[in-house]
């Protein structure tokens, strides 16, 4: 019976491993490879890198700080989690597991652009012509020409935000038509931000500008950022019969304990602000809270 379980090794679940394997308590860390974090080519509001870091180095680093005291990532989706006489199954593809206590760290899914091929998706995102997360790296877009594919008021939140970095906001309907109320209209011509209508779906790159076809012919931007929202990577925990939001985000108390006993949760999985220190913010206070439940239960002795 391990102590505790991880699943996902992206920040949040790493962090947790690194806590959790220096308590001396046996923890095993399973993944299954698509960390939001190794999308990243290169953070620059992550402290203690003044000149940035890769997302795929940043990763690296920790998985080997793990390794060091004894929490090795294995490459293992987990398909299920059941509660059993007081202590968790964790069962993955070719065989299951017993924990005292998991933490789930699944993180989400960014929706991708409507119609974008994954190929040119992926060029595109290494090279900043496409991005997710305008608190990371709207510092990079300064004065540039963007685009933000969405509408509503998510899309409408996410222009806006943008606004504070260049003059040069367009928002662009993923679909036929925007949806945008007076309120969003009103905000949206205040700050000068254009609107277009789609639908989007057809896309190339020319040069060093990310090209969107539109309503009103083919638009050229430097940066586009979609907002087209998340699937959250939340459904092992709700399976279980833990709180979600609608959007599927897990509830948590201070302690990041779901409403699941035994079952903690961190990082993006959880609401809050989908950053890296902020997930590994959340991992340190679960792992540490995992430990004293464990010590509870039953000393913890060296
Ligand atoms: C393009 C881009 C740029 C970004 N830039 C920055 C930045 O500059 N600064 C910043 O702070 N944040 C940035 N972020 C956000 C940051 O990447 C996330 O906040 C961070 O990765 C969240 O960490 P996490 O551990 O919660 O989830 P993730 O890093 O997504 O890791 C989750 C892990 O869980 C695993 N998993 C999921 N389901 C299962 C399962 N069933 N079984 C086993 N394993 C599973 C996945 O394979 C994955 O490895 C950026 C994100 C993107 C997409």
């Given at each position: 019976?391990?102590?505790?379980?991880?699943?996902?090794?992206?920040?949040a679940g790493l962090t947790a491993a690194i806590y959790l394997a220096r308590f001396y308590l046996k923890v095993r860390l399973f993944d299954c490879g698509t960390s939001r974090a190794a999308l990243i080519p290169r953070t620059h509001n992550h402290a203690g890198y003044p000149d940035g870091i890769t997302g795929t180095d940043l990763l690296d680093r920790m998985r080997?700080?793990?390794?060091?005291?004894?929490?090795?990532?294995?490459?293992r989706r987990v398909t299920a989690l059941a509660r059993e006489d007081g202590h968790f199954r964790i069962e993955t593809e070719r065989e299951s597991f017993a924990a005292r206590s998991v933490l789930l760290a699944?993180?989400?899914?960014?929706?991708?652009?409507?119609?974008?091929?994954?190929?040119?998706?992926?060029?595109?995102?290494?090279?900043?012509?496409?991005?997710?997360?305008?608190?990371?790296?709207?510092?990079?877009v300064t004065d540039k020409r963007v685009g933000v594919i969405g509408t509503g008021d998510h899309g409408t939140r996410e222009a806006l935000f943008l606004r504070g970095y260049t003059a040069d906001v367009t928002l662009v309907a993923p679909d036929v038509d925007h949806e945008l109320d007076e309120e969003c209209q009103a905000e949206l011509a205040e700050a000068g931000i254009e609107t277009h209508d789609g639908p989007c779906g057809e896309y190339r790159i020319e040069g060093d500008r990310l090209a969107v076809e539109t309503a009103d012919g083919w638009l050229?931007?430097?940066?586009?950022?979609?907002?087209?929202?998340?699937?959250?990577?939340?459904?092992?925990?709700?399976n279980l019969g833990a709180e979600a939001t609608e959007e599927g985000c897990l509830t948590v108390d201070d302690h990041l304990e779901t409403t699941v006993p035994g079952l903690f949760a961190a990082g993006d999985v959880v609401l809050g602000l989908d950053q890296i220190s902020h997930a590994m913010g959340q991992a340190g206070v679960a792992a540490t809270t995992i430990r004293n439940h464990l010590a509870q239960e039953r000393?913890?002795?060296?």
């Open positions: 019976m391990d102590d505790c379980i991880i699943i996902g090794a992206g920040p080997r700080q793990a390794a060091r005291f004894g929490a090795v990532r294995e490459e699944t993180g989400v899914f960014n929706r991708h652009p409507p119609g974008m091929d994954d190929t040119l998706h992926d060029e595109a995102l290494a090279r900043g012509l496409l991005r997710y997360c305008p608190i990371c790296d709207g510092y990079e050229q931007f430097d940066s586009v950022y979609p907002a087209l929202g998340s699937h959250i990577r939340s459904e092992l925990a709700v000393p913890l002795r060296r």
